[in-house]
């Protein structure tokens, strides 16, 4: 099996997150929720991954990160108390449902800054999109579809210049690309832990900045302060209501660990190494159209493709059956970019490369597409 569908979930982790989801398992108690060793070790662990993650984002302080299930609740515990009091948000073409639906049940009012038709985001109509209701910002770091980038630096500064809160999905990214908070505006920041992070599914969370206060999309136990009929108001308990995925979390925190010593740059001229590779292989290919900006280097490990006027789904499961080679076809949850590529019908099969892919595999995806190809003609 070779598996090139990274951007939706890793699948090779490091060993050490394995042993440390193991260990936790067999011991771990209930962060907060009491003073006996078991329950010390799960807040130590915890403490350790929010220390982790505040160091890798460049954060506002360990309190400041609050874990939640992935980068789906993180965005929609931003989204949802940014705009509770409605409003006008404006976010991108290339957005993720888990940010465009969280827009759309808000009721605010939406600007989409639009892409061209090969999925460039132009962000020079940003500026005249600003209103005196606006909200938020929020968008994506990367494509899940193209891997292009988006120079949220820029979006930061407007966003500061405005006064207007800048959410951030990271989930492309985060694991990958350096990430400033501080230097580049982010007032929130929404990752997941699966993917690049390299943690346990079902592991994620938001870094926020002091400034704001976000309002929990659910309150409950917090292990402070039971007699009070109001949730806690201090962060991290504020958006933590319940028992956290300590298991996961400790997986995370080892993961954080062997990205800080491994080092993101090692890691993304790596994958960004295997995604040209391939890319380089299919581009002249008959048939073969690929989507997204090409034409620099830094740009998140994807290919998304078409062969032909084949189905996204059959390429993919044709891939899968034949070759080995495991990808994702379809809309990706990404529509707004679908409908500008013009693949709304067909999809597009995305090969998304991980550090521990191998050159070898890069290879054996480029003549699979190849004898696909071939086969078309």
């Excluded at 260990?23 to 403490?47: F, P, V, Y």
């Excluded at 968008?139 to 979006?155: E, P």
């Excluded at 210049?161 to 982010?186: K, R, Y």
Aim: hydrophobic share 40%.
């Amino acid at each position: 099996m070779i598996y090139l569908d990274n951007a939706a979930t890793s699948l090779h982790r490091p060993d050490c997150v394995v042993q440390a989801v193991a260990e936790a398992m067999n011991g771990m108690g209930n962060c907060g929720r009491g003073a006996h060793a078991a329950s010390l070790a799960a807040g130590r662990t915890i403490h350790e991954a929010r220390s982790r993650i505040d160091r890798l984002f460049h954060g506002y302080g360990a309190q400041q990160v609050a874990f939640t299930a992935n980068s789906t609740a993180a965005l929609n515990i931003a989204i949802s108390s940014l705009l509770a009091e409605g409003g006008h948000a404006i976010a991108t073409a290339l957005d993720h449902n888990s940010v465009l639906r969280p827009l759309y049940r808000s009721g605010a009012e939406l600007t989409i800054l639009p892409t061209d038709e090969n999925g460039r985001l132009s962000l020079e109509g940003l500026e005249a999109t600003f209103r005196p209701d606006t909200k938020l910002v929020v968008c994506t770091h990367a494509s899940n579809v193209t891997g292009d980038l988006v120079d949220i630096g820029r979006i930061g500064a407007a966003c500061a210049a405005h006064g207007v809160p800048f959410v951030l999905d990271a989930s492309q990214t985060a694991g990958c690309f350096a990430i400033d908070m501080q230097a580049m505006g982010i007032d929130v920041l929404c990752f997941t832990g699966h993917k690049s992070l390299l943690g346990p599914q079902g592991t994620g969370g938001l870094c926020v900045s002091p400034r704001l206060r976000l309002s929990p999309l659910y309150v409950g136990g917090s292990g402070v302060h039971s007699f009070d009929r109001e949730h806690p108001a201090q962060m991290p308990t504020a958006l933590e209501a319940g028992t956290l995925n300590g298991h996961g979390i400790a997986g995370l925190a080892a993961a954080l660990e062997w990205l800080e010593e491994t080092g993101l740059d090692v890691i993304r001229r790596r994958e960004q190494a295997l995604a040209n590779r391939f890319y380089q292989g299919v581009k002249d290919l008959p048939g073969v159209k690929c989507y997204g900006d090409f034409s620099t280097a830094e740009r998140s490990p994807i290919v998304a493709l078409n062969l032909g006027d084949w189905d996204s789904s059959l390429v993919s499961d044709e891939l899968a059956q034949r070759f080995g080679i495991l990808t994702r076809p379809g809309a990706h949850c990404a529509p707004l970019i679908h409908e500008a590529l013009g693949t709304v019908a067909q999809g597009a099969v995305r090969f998304s490369f991980g550090y521990f892919n191998a050159e070898e595999e890069v290879d054996a995806a480029i003549r699979a597409v190849d004898t696909l190809c071939r086969e078309e003609e």
